[in-house]
């Protein structure tokens, strides 16, 4: 069973800046397979963000060029970076990892972006 937490969410203004961070229970170094998504009041969950097998990450259109997810294998944390924020990125993010054909979810945390 992997374990992970999700940290760094909170209230931000339009235009502003985040930095999610999501620690795993389980060592990345048996990890390729990780990523971000939401799901904001009343909509689906939506993938933003995927850092897949050989290491490539792809991005949702809507975040490209705002977002950039990244991983720290020595401390086994996957982070989304965010820029430029709107207020339809107002969600919970959760993030992911996959393994051995399962997927793992955090309990998510909080963006709000608003005046």
């Known amino acids: 069973q992997v374990q992970l937490v999700e940290s760094g969410g909170g209230l931000v203004q339009p235009g502003g800046s985040l930095r999610l961070s999501c620690v795993s229970s389980?060592?990345?170094?048996?990890?390729?397979?990780m990523g971000w998504y939401r799901q904001a009041p009343g909509k689906e969950r939506e993938l933003l963000a995927q850092?897949?097998?050989?290491?490539?990450?792809i991005y949702a259109p809507f975040v490209k060029g705002r977002f950039t997810c990244s991983r720290d294998d020595a401390k086994n944390t996957v982070y989304l970076q965010m820029n430029s924020l709107k207020p339809d990125d107002t969600a919970v993010y959760y993030c992911?990892?996959?393994?051995?054909?399962?997927?793992?979810w955090g309990k998510g945390t909080l963006v709000t972006v608003s005046t």
């Open positions: 850092i897949i097998p050989g290491g490539s990450t």
């Open positions: 992911f990892v996959r393994l051995a054909g399962m997927d793992y």
């Open positions: 389980e060592s990345f170094f048996t990890i390729n397979n």
